[in-house]
């Protein structure tokens, strides 16, 4: 997601995302945290979600969108398309586990390096999987990243190591 920067008075903004964002904790913040994570992927009507939409859509996540989103599953061995309703405890853990520590990680290295800060600088985190590795070799197991149109954009996966 591409964003921008603005001032506005206490209360002034009105916009439905921002508000939803505000309610909720960040995942960079000691109130996101595994009681937390756990309400979210045990909400009934999220659990019939596949976890692109789980992570990607309504800010139920402030802040993580479908660039951060191809990572963070990556890390944790799972899917894009997989539903959240499939998760066994396991992956449950691996999810937040790579959603706490991919986001630490790219916060702590100035971004992703497919965009851009103020000042035109890429970030230093190296995304492991996007447009730039899209028909190159998995960091883990070499087979080729494909990419596919899911829901109104694209996912980036190893059909090896994130089986459906």
């Known amino acids: 997601m591409y964003g921008g920067l603005g001032a506005f008075p206490e209360g002034g903004l009105d916009n439905p995302y921002y508000k939803v964002a505000k309610e909720k904790p960040s995942p960079l913040s000691t109130e996101f945290d595994r009681a937390y994570f756990d309400t979210l992927v045990s909400t009934s009507e999220l659990r019939k979600l596949s976890l692109k939409a789980f992570l ?6 402030p802040g993580l969108g479908n660039g951060v989103l191809q ?5 944790a061995e799972l899917h894009p398309k997989k539903k ?3 998760l066994t405890a396991a992956e449950k853990t691996s999810l937040f586990n790579a959603v706490r520590n991919t986001l630490f990680s790219m916060a702590s290295k100035g971004g992703r390096d497919t965009e851009l800060d103020l000042f035109g600088n890429p970030g230093s985190y190296q995304t492991i999987l ?4 899209v028909n190159k070799p998995c960091p883990i197991c070499g087979t080729l990243i494909k990419k596919e149109a899911y829901m109104g954009g694209s996912i980036y996966y190893c059909e090896k190591c994130q089986r459906l």
Request: neutral net charge; charged residues 20%.
């Open 84 to 86: 959240v309703s499939t």
């Open 56 to 61: 990607a859509t309504e800010q139920r996540i």
């Open 71 to 75: 990572d963070i599953l990556f890390n």
């Open 130 to 133: 996007s447009k730039n590795t």
